[in-house]
């Protein structure tokens, strides 16, 4: 690297104390208006959801909502990208970077899957919008198929060509739907939807009989 290169770099201007706490003041507003979005949606859904009353819950100006995001749609991918793409990007980064037993990361995969996604409330709410208003909204349901049902089961797959390669897991149906794996994870998100605690299930069990439940679907035979 010449001098004049090392010149330019040590010269170029670092941010200023004023322009990081505008930053994190911007970070921090965008995420009050995206959780006041996630609460304004749950109670009243996403077709009579209004951005003024999210406007208010956030404690901001509407036209200062309207910086940020165009309608409701937009808040509603921003609810997605920020609730369930993390997740989605750990689990991800799991199967990217496991080594050993295919059958313990698959083990470790599903229990991700419900710790973050079945047992969290905040993340059913957003499934159960897309389930209710979804039609009205068919775009928003393209938006989650897309960026998460897609990504979930294109991960899952990968699990699946693992413990073949490995002699794990034999070929089954699963290879094209692997959405077979996940489909119990999902039907008990739907019961807490539907009963909430009044009718409770042991997520834990629940977990480890869904592994059984697969592991004798897909596991290689013996000898």
């Known amino acids: 690297m010449t001098d004049e290169s090392n010149s330019m770099t040590e010269d170029a201007p670092l941010p200023s104390e004023g322009e990081g706490r ?3 003041r911007r970070k921090d507003r965008e995420a009050a208006i995206i959780a006041a979005a996630i609460e304004e949606f749950q109670t009243s859904g996403l077709t009579t959801a209004r951005l003024d009353a999210i406007a208010a819950r956030a404690g901001v100006a509407k036209g200062t909502l309207y910086l940020y995001y165009s309608d409701k749609a937009a808040l509603f991918k921003a609810a997605v990208r920020s609730l369930i793409q993390p997740a989605l990007a750990r689990l991800q980064e799991r199967v990217m970077q496991a080594e050993g037993s295919a059958v ?15 047992a969290d409330s905040a993340r ?5 919008l897309l389930i209710a208003d ?7 349901g393209d938006f ?3 960026e998460v049902i897609a990504k979930g089961t294109a991960t899952f797959r990968m699990i699946l060509w693992r413990g073949i390669a490995t002699g794990e897991f034999r070929h089954t149906p699963a ?3 692997p959405h077979l794996l996940l489909a119990p994870c999902i039907a008990l998100s739907n019961w807490k939807l539907m009963f909430g ?13 869904h592994l059984q439940f697969v592991l004798a679907a897909i ?5």
């Open 134 to 140: 979804g039609r009205r909204f068919p775009d928003l």
């Open 124 to 128: 059913r709410e957003l499934v159960r």
């Open 104 to 118: 313990e990361l698959l083990r470790a995969s599903l229990r991700q899957i419900y710790r973050e996604m079945t």
């Open 197 to 209: 605690e009044r009718h409770p299930m042991d997520i834990e069990r629940y977990a480890e009989a």
């Open 22 to 24: 505008r930053d994190q």
């Open 175 to 177: 290879e094209e739907f």
């Open 144 to 146: 989650y198929h897309d």
């Open 219 to 223: 596991g290689a035979a013996p000898g």
